[in-house]
Protein backbone atom coordinates (compact mmCIF):
# COMPACT_ATOMS: atom_id res chain seq x y z
CA UNK A 1 0.00 0.00 0.00
CA UNK A 2 1.55 3.81 -1.36
CA UNK A 3 1.72 6.41 1.24
CA UNK A 4 -1.16 7.83 0.07
CA UNK A 5 -3.27 4.93 0.83
CA UNK A 6 -1.83 4.78 4.31
CA UNK A 7 -2.45 8.48 5.33
CA UNK A 8 -5.83 8.42 3.89
CA UNK A 9 -6.98 5.04 6.10
CA UNK A 10 -5.10 6.95 9.20
CA UNK A 11 -6.97 10.40 8.09
CA UNK A 12 -10.63 8.08 8.12
CA UNK A 13 -9.95 6.47 11.31
CA UNK A 14 -9.44 10.05 13.03
CA UNK A 15 -11.95 11.31 11.39
CA UNK A 16 -14.98 11.47 14.72
CA UNK A 17 -12.05 13.99 15.88
CA UNK A 18 -12.17 16.33 12.50
CA UNK A 19 -15.47 16.17 12.63
CA UNK A 20 -15.55 17.43 16.14
CA UNK A 21 -13.38 20.23 15.43
CA UNK A 22 -15.86 21.61 12.70
CA UNK A 23 -12.90 21.30 10.00
CA UNK A 24 -15.54 18.85 8.19
CA UNK A 25 -17.85 21.60 7.96
CA UNK A 26 -15.97 24.47 7.16
CA UNK A 27 -14.34 22.38 4.28
CA UNK A 28 -17.58 21.38 2.29
CA UNK A 29 -19.29 24.65 2.78
CA UNK A 30 -16.07 26.06 0.71
CA UNK A 31 -16.31 23.54 -1.44
CA UNK A 32 -20.13 23.97 -2.01
CA UNK A 33 -19.33 27.49 -2.80
CA UNK A 34 -16.89 27.07 -5.33
CA UNK A 35 -18.66 24.42 -7.46
CA UNK A 36 -21.79 26.91 -7.36
CA UNK A 37 -19.75 29.75 -8.87
CA UNK A 38 -18.16 27.28 -11.29
CA UNK A 39 -20.78 25.30 -12.61
CA UNK A 40 -24.20 26.50 -11.15
CA UNK A 41 -26.42 26.24 -8.51
CA UNK A 42 -28.46 23.04 -10.16
CA UNK A 43 -26.86 20.13 -8.81
CA UNK A 44 -29.31 18.17 -11.34
CA UNK A 45 -26.79 20.27 -13.99
CA UNK A 46 -24.05 20.45 -11.90
CA UNK A 47 -22.36 16.71 -10.70
CA UNK A 48 -19.17 17.83 -8.54
CA UNK A 49 -22.14 20.37 -6.78
CA UNK A 50 -24.36 17.12 -6.47
CA UNK A 51 -21.53 14.88 -5.04
CA UNK A 52 -20.66 17.47 -2.34
CA UNK A 53 -24.23 18.07 -1.13
CA UNK A 54 -24.66 14.67 -0.50
CA UNK A 55 -21.49 14.50 1.54
CA UNK A 56 -22.88 17.25 3.30
CA UNK A 57 -26.01 15.51 4.17
CA UNK A 58 -23.93 12.82 5.24
CA UNK A 59 -22.78 14.74 7.81
CA UNK A 60 -25.52 15.91 8.77
CA UNK A 61 -25.14 19.23 7.35
CA UNK A 62 -27.80 21.58 7.99
CA UNK A 63 -30.10 22.26 5.15
CA UNK A 64 -30.22 26.04 5.21
CA UNK A 65 -26.18 25.78 5.51
CA UNK A 66 -25.79 23.88 2.07
CA UNK A 67 -28.09 26.23 0.45
CA UNK A 68 -26.29 29.75 1.97
CA UNK A 69 -23.22 28.10 0.62
CA UNK A 70 -24.76 27.44 -2.77
CA UNK A 71 -26.19 30.83 -3.16
CA UNK A 72 -22.74 32.38 -2.11
CA UNK A 73 -21.25 30.73 -4.82
CA UNK A 74 -23.73 32.02 -7.55
CA UNK A 75 -23.60 35.05 -6.22
CA UNK A 76 -27.57 35.24 -4.42
CA UNK A 77 -25.64 36.10 -1.07
CA UNK A 78 -22.64 38.44 -0.37
CA UNK A 79 -19.86 36.24 0.94
CA UNK A 80 -15.58 35.36 1.28
CA UNK A 81 -14.36 34.91 -2.10
CA UNK A 82 -12.54 31.27 -2.09
CA UNK A 83 -9.76 30.25 -4.64
CA UNK A 84 -8.19 26.50 -5.14
CA UNK A 85 -4.42 26.42 -4.78
CA UNK A 86 -2.57 23.38 -5.22
CA UNK A 87 1.12 23.44 -3.08
CA UNK A 88 4.08 21.40 -3.95
CA UNK A 89 7.33 20.68 -1.34
CA UNK A 90 9.60 17.98 -0.22
CA UNK A 91 9.11 15.81 2.51
CA UNK A 92 11.61 14.32 5.03
CA UNK A 93 13.93 11.53 3.04
CA UNK A 94 13.08 13.92 -0.50
CA UNK A 95 9.16 12.41 -0.48
CA UNK A 96 6.99 14.46 -3.14
CA UNK A 97 3.89 16.28 -1.37
CA UNK A 98 1.32 17.76 -2.80
CA UNK A 99 -1.19 20.35 -0.71
CA UNK A 100 -4.69 20.88 -2.19
CA UNK A 101 -5.53 23.92 -0.59
CA UNK A 102 -8.68 26.30 -0.52
CA UNK A 103 -8.14 29.56 0.70
CA UNK A 104 -9.72 33.43 0.37
CA UNK A 105 -6.42 34.90 1.72
CA UNK A 106 -3.51 33.72 -0.96
CA UNK A 107 -0.64 35.25 1.36
CA UNK A 108 -2.12 33.95 4.58
CA UNK A 109 -2.02 30.23 3.32
CA UNK A 110 1.00 29.85 1.71
CA UNK A 111 3.17 31.47 4.77
CA UNK A 112 1.38 28.82 7.19
CA UNK A 113 1.99 25.82 4.61
CA UNK A 114 5.37 27.43 4.00
CA UNK A 115 6.24 27.24 7.88
CA UNK A 116 4.52 23.52 8.60
CA UNK A 117 6.69 22.28 5.47
CA UNK A 118 9.97 23.77 7.43
CA UNK A 119 8.86 22.90 10.95
CA UNK A 120 8.68 18.80 9.94
CA UNK A 121 11.66 18.70 8.20
CA UNK A 122 10.51 19.31 4.59
CA UNK A 123 10.28 22.67 2.27
CA UNK A 124 7.33 24.49 0.26
CA UNK A 125 8.63 24.08 -3.42
CA UNK A 126 7.62 25.97 -6.57
CA UNK A 127 5.06 25.24 -9.02
CA UNK A 128 5.52 21.99 -11.08
CA UNK A 129 8.73 21.21 -8.80
CA UNK A 130 6.64 17.80 -7.55
CA UNK A 131 3.18 17.65 -9.63
CA UNK A 132 5.08 15.80 -13.22
CA UNK A 133 5.41 12.66 -10.34
CA UNK A 134 1.87 12.31 -10.12
CA UNK A 135 -1.67 11.76 -11.83
CA UNK A 136 -4.81 13.61 -11.53
CA UNK A 137 -7.19 10.72 -11.31
CA UNK A 138 -10.61 9.63 -10.47
CA UNK A 139 -10.72 7.07 -7.13
CA UNK A 140 -13.12 5.07 -5.62
CA UNK A 141 -12.11 2.65 -2.43
CA UNK A 142 -14.74 -0.29 -1.95
CA UNK A 143 -13.93 -2.38 1.38
CA UNK A 144 -13.65 -6.18 -0.23
CA UNK A 145 -16.58 -6.97 2.38
CA UNK A 146 -18.85 -5.04 0.26
CA UNK A 147 -18.20 -6.37 -3.28
CA UNK A 148 -17.42 -9.43 -5.34
CA UNK A 149 -14.38 -8.61 -7.29
CA UNK A 150 -15.28 -9.83 -10.70
CA UNK A 151 -18.70 -7.75 -10.04
CA UNK A 152 -17.49 -4.84 -8.96
CA UNK A 153 -15.01 -4.68 -11.66
CA UNK A 154 -17.00 -5.47 -14.96
CA UNK A 155 -19.82 -2.08 -13.20
CA UNK A 156 -16.26 -0.32 -12.87
CA UNK A 157 -15.24 -0.93 -16.04
CA UNK A 158 -18.62 -0.37 -17.94
CA UNK A 159 -19.06 3.05 -16.71
CA UNK A 160 -16.09 4.66 -17.88
CA UNK A 161 -12.90 3.32 -15.23
CA UNK A 162 -9.44 2.88 -16.50
CA UNK A 163 -7.94 0.13 -13.36
CA UNK A 164 -8.92 -1.76 -10.78
CA UNK A 165 -6.39 -3.18 -7.95
CA UNK A 166 -5.97 -4.76 -4.67
CA UNK A 167 -5.02 -2.56 -1.67
CA UNK A 168 -4.97 -4.35 1.37
CA UNK A 169 -9.02 -5.00 2.47
CA UNK A 170 -10.18 -2.82 -0.48
CA UNK A 171 -10.37 -2.68 -3.86
CA UNK A 172 -9.09 0.95 -5.49
CA UNK A 173 -10.87 1.47 -8.75
CA UNK A 174 -9.08 4.38 -10.86
CA UNK A 175 -10.57 6.26 -14.14
CA UNK A 176 -10.46 9.89 -15.59
CA UNK A 177 -11.40 12.62 -13.21
CA UNK A 178 -14.08 13.27 -16.06
CA UNK A 179 -15.47 9.99 -15.30
CA UNK A 180 -15.44 9.72 -11.62
CA UNK A 181 -19.39 10.92 -10.76
CA UNK A 182 -20.31 7.95 -13.72
CA UNK A 183 -18.29 5.35 -12.08
CA UNK A 184 -18.97 5.92 -8.46
CA UNK A 185 -22.99 6.77 -9.72
CA UNK A 186 -22.53 3.27 -11.63
CA UNK A 187 -21.44 1.62 -8.45
CA UNK A 188 -23.75 2.63 -5.88
CA UNK A 189 -26.46 2.11 -8.17
CA UNK A 190 -25.53 -1.57 -7.66
CA UNK A 191 -25.73 -1.23 -3.68
CA UNK A 192 -22.04 -0.94 -3.20
CA UNK A 193 -21.32 2.10 -0.64
CA UNK A 194 -17.30 2.95 -1.41
CA UNK A 195 -15.28 4.03 1.88
CA UNK A 196 -14.36 6.52 -0.16
CA UNK A 197 -14.17 8.65 -3.71
CA UNK A 198 -12.47 11.48 -4.53
CA UNK A 199 -10.33 12.82 -7.48
CA UNK A 200 -7.21 12.23 -6.19
CA UNK A 201 -3.60 12.95 -7.20
CA UNK A 202 -2.03 9.32 -7.45
CA UNK A 203 1.67 9.11 -7.41
CA UNK A 204 3.09 7.23 -10.82
CA UNK A 205 5.98 6.14 -8.77
CA UNK A 206 6.79 5.48 -4.46
CA UNK A 207 9.95 6.39 -2.44
CA UNK A 208 10.24 4.21 0.42
CA UNK A 209 11.17 5.78 4.38
CA UNK A 210 11.65 3.97 6.98
CA UNK A 211 12.04 4.04 10.79
CA UNK A 212 12.08 7.95 12.07
CA UNK A 213 12.07 9.60 9.09
CA UNK A 214 8.16 7.93 8.45
CA UNK A 215 7.30 9.10 12.07
CA UNK A 216 8.13 12.74 11.27
CA UNK A 217 6.77 12.42 7.23
CA UNK A 218 3.56 11.44 9.63
CA UNK A 219 3.89 14.53 11.88
CA UNK A 220 4.02 16.48 8.52
CA UNK A 221 1.29 15.40 6.92
CA UNK A 222 -0.81 15.84 10.19
CA UNK A 223 0.21 19.05 10.28
CA UNK A 224 -0.62 20.00 6.69
CA UNK A 225 -4.12 18.38 7.13
CA UNK A 226 -5.20 20.37 10.56
CA UNK A 227 -4.48 23.75 8.16
CA UNK A 228 -8.13 25.14 8.61
CA UNK A 229 -7.28 25.98 4.39
CA UNK A 230 -6.27 22.59 3.69
CA UNK A 231 -8.52 20.06 1.28
CA UNK A 232 -6.03 17.40 0.85
CA UNK A 233 -2.52 15.95 0.89
CA UNK A 234 -0.78 13.51 -0.95
CA UNK A 235 2.53 12.01 -1.01
CA UNK A 236 4.86 9.54 -3.24
CA UNK A 237 5.96 8.26 0.18
CA UNK A 238 5.83 4.32 1.29
CA UNK A 239 6.25 2.72 4.64
CA UNK A 240 5.64 0.21 6.59
CA UNK A 241 2.58 -0.10 9.22
CA UNK A 242 4.68 -0.77 11.94
CA UNK A 243 6.07 2.35 11.09
CA UNK A 244 2.96 4.41 11.04
CA UNK A 245 2.22 2.90 14.18
CA UNK A 246 5.14 4.25 16.26
CA UNK A 247 4.45 7.63 14.28
CA UNK A 248 1.01 7.44 16.20
CA UNK A 249 2.17 6.45 19.87
Known sequence: MSGHSKWHTIKHKKGAADAKRGKI????????TIAARNGGGDPDMNPRLRTIIAEAKSVNMPADNIKRAIRRGTGEEEGLIYDEIMYEGYGPGGVAVMVDTITDNRNRTVSEIRHIFGKYGGNLGEANSVGWMFDKKGLIVVDK?????????NVALEAGADDMQEDGDSWEVTCSPEAHQAVLDAIKA???EPTRSEVAMLPKNTISI??????QMMKLMEALDDSDDTRNVWTNADFDEKDIEASLT
Open 190 to 192: QGI
Open 145 to 153: SRAQEDALM
Open 210 to 215: EGKTVQ
Open 25 to 32: FTRIIKEL
